[in-house]
Structures are given as C-alpha cells and as structure tokens.
C-alpha cells in the first residue's frame, strides 16, 4: 500500500475525519507538510438565501479560489450539503462545536493550509476580504512569487 492510500485510510479511521475534513497532506518545494488546501466552511440553520449567496459567491469567484487551492463546504443544521458527500463524511454536530459555532447561526470558517482557523465571519461572505485575507499569508505569498495569477484579464 503507498503512503498515500495509508495516509487517506489512517485519516478516514480517525475521529478528526468526522470533524475538519482533512483531504492528506502534501509536500511542497519550500518543505512545508501540512493540508493541501484551504477551506472554506459555510454553516446555515437550511439552505435559505444566505446559502444560495454563497453557493453563488463560489461560482464568481471560482478561478480566484482555485488558483488559491481554496474548497468550499456548506452544511446546514436541516441536512442540506455541498457538495452533497459532505453530510456522509462529516458530521454537522462535530463541526459546530469544533469551530464554536451557536446552532442555527450562519457563520463561515476560513481554514488556512496549516489546518488554522484564518477568519471568521456571520451573514453575508466579503469574497475581496477572505482572498486578501489568504494573500497575505505567508505561504501565499511564496505561492504567488512562483507562479503568476491565470485569473487575470
């Protein structure tokens, strides 16, 4: 068994995979080990207008969120999930008290590479403020020196 699919089945046993969704960690060229991704969480009593902002926020903003290797996850207290996979992997009850959120509260939670809570926000997503947020991290920072942005007109 490669150490890839060891890593991902010692992940999905432990008790931390119902709760941050850890995806593996990877290595990078500067020997930073930790997730390969950034996170968004978006928490909603259901999937009322609030959600569908959001889901929307996703879609205009998803170059900027790839190329800032950034995955997004709704869950709702009601069982509603995106993408869907969500409420079978994770649990909603977990999650919530993990990240201190009050039930039926819509709050988001920007989760930096090094499995840290970055920014933390009720309501309405200021997408500008969660990607100059993540620019100014420092391992963004290294990231944006290799490589130029291809969102860009």
């Not at 988001?108 to 500008?128: N, S, Y």
Request: aromatic share 12%.
């Amino acid at each position: 068994m490669n150490i890839v699919k060891y890593s991902l089945a010692v992940s999905l046993l432990s008790s931390m995979a119902w709760a941050y969704p850890e995806y593996g960690s990877s290595y990078h060229e500067d020997s930073y080990h930790g997730f390969s991704h950034r996170s968004v969480i978006y928490f909603a009593p259901s999937k009322d207008e609030l959600v569908n902002r959001f889901l929307l926020g996703t879609l205009t903003n998803e170059c900027e969120l790839d190329e800032r290797d950034v995955i997004t996850l709704v869950i709702t207290s009601d069982g509603y999930s995106s993408p869907t996979w969500v409420k079978d992997t994770f649990d909603y009850s977990t999650l919530i008290k993990m990240y201190d959120v009050e039930e039926g509260e819509h709050a988001a939670v920007l989760i930096g590479k090094d499995g840290r809570e970055k920014l933390r926000w009720e309501g309405e997503t200021d997408w500008i403020k969660v990607k100059q947020t993540i620019d100014s991290m420092p391992l963004r920072q290294a990231e944006m020196k290799r490589a130029a942005s291809r969102c860009s007109i």
